[in-house]
């Protein structure tokens, strides 16, 4: 897509886009990546084979075909951040729970659908170069992404309130944590849909210093639920 790239005010200063990186030297490099990456894997933990296999065919059918199917290619982003949080937990050793995978994957479908939003109205004519917005319009992707937001809320407030989890934790007070993940998406939210600023969610955390403070807040409250007196 270096092409479609080359027509975004931002995505063209990439490497490949802009023409500081050849095709040829792109295509190497990623065979090195490739391979380096499996043999870690097979040194670390032979079943994370498996996750790497599993998001090289997404990443190569996203790029060659599913990415010009509008709602496949928000869906494929989100399953490729599942399978990175599965190879990670697998290299590491360390069980993963279900509600850290399907928050993951809520998390980066808003993400996902606030890219393609910032897409559709800031850059005129994108449409022309990425065939998947045309199956997206700016009302749908707002209700999208608002729906997104509010699946994100309940899930999280379901987790905190699991019994397994509060087992686990020792305390039931979690849920009162569920306050600064309300603001913080409605923060995102606002940032996509008034400021238009949702092009890079990268950018997004480390511009926005009240989104920053909202995550900060959120942090210190679950060590203080977690670790402080009288909550537990």
Known sequence: DREADRQHPDKRDRP???GQLTPRFAVGLATVLVVSSWLLALSVNPEVQWVLLAYLVSNLAYSL????????????IGLGF???VLAGGLAAQVWISPWMLIM??????????GKRHDDLVNVPGQDRHRHSLKGYSPEFLSQAMTMMGGIVVVSYLLYTLSPVVIERHGTDSLYLTT?????????YLQQALVFRRAASPTRVLLQDHVLQGIILAWLISIVWIIYGPGLS
Request: no cysteine; glycine share 2%; charged share 10%.
């Open 104 to 113: 993951t994957f809520l998390l980066a479908l808003l993400l996902a659908f």
């Open 16 to 18: 490949l886009a802009s």
């Open 82 to 84: 599942v399978l990175r």
């Open 65 to 76: 075909w599913l990415k010009q199917v509008a709602i496949v290619d928000v869906t494929i």
């Open 179 to 187: 306050v600064f993940v309300v603001v913080g998406v409605l923060r």
